[in-house]
């Protein structure tokens, strides 16, 4: 079997104030997983992915991530352009001005070269079927475009592993029958938080449930 | 392996992607997206913004400085000129300046009456000085030619050309950022406080002159806050997961600057030379 992608060990994390989120997490994802990670609203299903790629610490417990342990922030800064994010409201991902620099925030911040970054912003927008979009401003484009384009500028640093919160979240028909068709197309592995069962049911394959402070399989 | 079936997804999608496709930004016109400026392409608009940037900040800084009324009567007629060859619509640009000059009329109606010197009229019993009324219709034709160059040199200008024209001008990242970061967020919590006051409304607020209006309106402005707060938190957990290390990497090439923009630079220096030589030989 292959190496996992991401291991969570016994994870432990509460807020400053009181409520302990997780309690003994375990959680292991492998190459081509997909995971629909369900709860109950504010259960800690989003603060399980940013634990993931370290924008908050766990108490205690351990965080594995591509065959090595994570724990500084530097090891995580490496991660992160490995495990693309999602998150639940585009305008907080999209801060660019124009499509075009938002989708080449990544890819210069990961050192490409502007002619290199110009090809993958092309190549990304293509994908997605939104050619045409390079010089739009972001703050003005609909709900819909602006999931799909938050979800260009995760794919421009070629992830291997997509977390994904809420993505179908308020879309309408059809914007949200086009980023299932887009997702469905893609190679990465996944972990998806969801309310919305059909989408999940036709996405993923592994369903699990955070309970209490517990991951729970099926 | 993963990352190689990815990758290679990824490329064969390619196909459409061009190698010489120049990044340039351009923001589409949409009517009513610049109130005020005609359709058909002044000469003007096509500067260089970089170069009208800079020759606002020139002249703005040159006018400022500025004391006697022949050379400001001059920098005032220059702007209006400006703002001929920017091809301003009358009405809105005249509001605008009514609306600046309401308040500097309010803000300057004392200064006659408070410095000292030859008395021109009474009011009251309180005397206005000749040099007063000097002073103030000094800093109103300031103000004024300052706003009208302003409107004719950066008026067409989108906000994010503006920010990338100072990005280009090498003003400090940390301005140009927070400018950029402006533009973009004004919207979202503007949307944020329409939201919760149409919230407000549905439950029957309405604004009176009592404790528990100034308690809501004060509950309503901290919300905002604490959800701006926690907005630009999210924003930099987003831009951190997408490798953002406290560094931003320029983001767009310049244009080449041409014929045109060069002969807009020797005419602005000229200009501004010239009201430096109109300001010495009055004084």
């Not at chain 1, 800690?44 to 090595?68: D, I, Y």
């Not at chain 1, 090809?119 to 990304?124: G, L």
């Not at chain 2, 500067?47 to 040159?62: E, K, N, P, T, Y």
């Not at chain 2, 920010?163 to 979202?188: C, Q, S």
Request: hydrophobic share 45%; charged share 20%; net charge positive.
């Amino acid at each position: 079997m292959s190496e996992p992608l991401f291991r969570l060990s016994d994870l432990h994390f509460a807020y400053d104030s009181g409520q302990p989120v997780l309690s003994g997490a375990h959680f292991t994802l492998r190459t081509g997983d997909r995971v629909a990670l369900t709860g109950a609203n504010g259960v800690g299903k989003t603060t399980l992915l940013h634990l993931m790629v370290g924008l908050l610490k766990a108490q205690a417990g351990q965080v594995e991530a591509f065959g090595r342990p994570r724990i500084h922030e530097k090891d995580f800064v490496e991660v992160r352009p490995r495990a693309g994010l999602l998150f639940q409201d585009s305008d907080d991902q999209l801060f660019c001005p124009t499509v075009t620099e938002d989708i080449a925030f990544g890819p210069l911040n990961l050192g490409k070269s502007w002619a290199e970054t110009r090809m993958i912003v092309q190549r990304t927008l293509a994908s997605l079927g939104l050619e045409g979009f390079e010089n739009r401003v972001t703050h003005k484009l609909s709900g819909g475009q602006r999931r799909l384009v938050a979800l260009a500028t995760v794919l421009a640093m070629n992830p291997e592993v997509l977390l994904l919160d809420e993505p179908t979240n308020a879309l309408d028909a059809e914007t949200r029958e086009r980023l299932i068709q887009i997702l469905d197309g893609l190679p990465q592995a996944m972990i998806v938080i969801s309310h919305d069962e059909d989408f999940l049911t036709r996405i993923t394959q592994r369903r699990v449930r955070l309970e209490q402070g517990r991951l729970m399989e099926g | 392996m993963n990352t190689s079936a990815s990758s290679s997804a990824m490329h064969s999608l390619a196909k459409v992607s061009h190698p010489h496709a120049s990044i340039t930004i351009y923001l589409p016109l949409k009517k009513g997206d610049r109130e005020g400026f005609r359709a058909s392409e002044p000469l003007l608009k096509t500067v260089d913004a970089r170069l009208r940037l800079a020759a606002c900040g020139l002249f703005a800084l040159i006018v400022v400085g500025l004391t006697q009324i022949p050379a400001l009567l001059t920098a005032l007629a220059l702007a209006g000129c400006a703002a001929l060859a920017a091809r301003l619509e009358r009405a809105p640009t005249l509001r605008r300046l009514a609306a600046l000059d309401g308040f500097m009329l309010f803000v300057l109606f004392f200064l006659p009456f408070t410095v000292p010197g030859e008395t021109v009229f009474s009011m009251n019993g309180m005397t206005a000085s000749y040099e007063g009324v000097l002073r103030a219709v000094e800093i109103l034709l300031k103000a004024n030619a300052v706003v009208l160059i302003i409107l004719a040199l950066l008026g067409s200008l989108g906000s994010v050309e503006l920010g990338h024209a100072m990005a280009r001008l090498r003003l400090p990242g940390k301005f140009v950022h927070l400018f950029l970061f402006t533009v973009r967020y004004i919207e979202v919590l503007y949307r944020e406080y329409r939201r919760l006051r149409t919230a407000m409304k549905a439950r029957g607020f309405r604004l009176r002159c009592d404790l528990h209006t100034w308690r809501s309106v004060g509950y309503l402005f901290g919300m905002l806050l604490v959800r701006g707060i926690e907005r630009a938190e999210r924003i930099l957990a987003a831009m951190r997961c997408r490798g953002f290390q406290g560094h931003f990497y320029p983001m767009t090439e310049a244009e080449p600057v041409g014929q045109r923009d060069y002969a807009f630079a020797g005419l602005s220096v000229a200009a501004v030379c010239a009201l430096i030589v109109l300001e010495c030989l009055h004084s």
